[in-house]
């Protein structure tokens, strides 16, 4: 089988283009109660797919999370000063897993691609595979474009950063997408 890390997964767009292959399994991650709740009810309809209630950041235990007005946005970071396009409506307590730890749980040695669209906390995410990032095949990562201008949320991945990153970890960028100020970047691993 192979394994797709889908993180941030909010209404399963990706999770649910890979799960119809019956050869996929899919493990997503969406700490927004809702949204896991409705995409817990699509395990029974596809057995390859199971999602769980974290968000993935660098430590194991709880943190902070920020339920935005614009629920595609919701993140465990903050919104840089004198960003007011789109509010904090609450803050809500949410668990969180490291996917090195993770991965160790549930017995993953290899991964085909890991996803992550979590609002700014994506190199976080990164980091969280610790010296087990080398078992991704590919990593479909988003960042804000450019160190020239003010980014959406506090200390949020910028691309060239996260370029230099997995550059020293063996992934080369094989592909981007540019949507606005964000780059969804596919990497793949070049050990």
């Known amino acids: 089988m192979k394994v797709f890390i889908d993180v941030g997964c909010h209404l399963g767009y ?26 817990k009810e699509k395990e029974k309809e596809y057995p390859n797919f199971k999602v769980f209630n974290y968000a993935i950041c ?19 970071k903050d919104f840089t000063e004198g960003y007011t396009a789109i509010k904090t409506v609450k803050k809500i307590k949410v668990k969180t897993k490291r996917l090195d730890t993770f ?34 095949e590919k990593l479909l990562i988003e960042a804000f474009i450019t160190d020239e201008k003010n980014s959406v949320y506090e200390n949020e991945v910028k691309r060239n950063s996260l370029v230099d990153f997995l550059s020293e970890k063996g992934f080369t960028m094989e592909s981007e997408s540019i949507d606005g100020d964000y780059s969804d970047i596919i990497f793949k691993n070049n050990n």
């Open 103 to 136: 991965c160790e749980e549930i017995g993953i040695k290899k991964i085909h691609l890991l996803k992550s669209d979590a609002q700014g906390s994506d190199l976080d995410v990164v980091k969280s595979m610790g010296d087990k990032i080398i078992s991704c």
């Open 58 to 76: 660098q430590e194991d235990g709880e943190s902070i999370f920020n339920i935005n007005s614009n629920l595609a946005a919701c993140s465990l």
């Open 14 to 39: 990706y999770s649910f283009i890979w799960v119809k292959d019956p050869n996929n399994i899919i493990y997503a991650f969406e700490p927004i109660p809702d949204f896991y709740e409705k995409l």
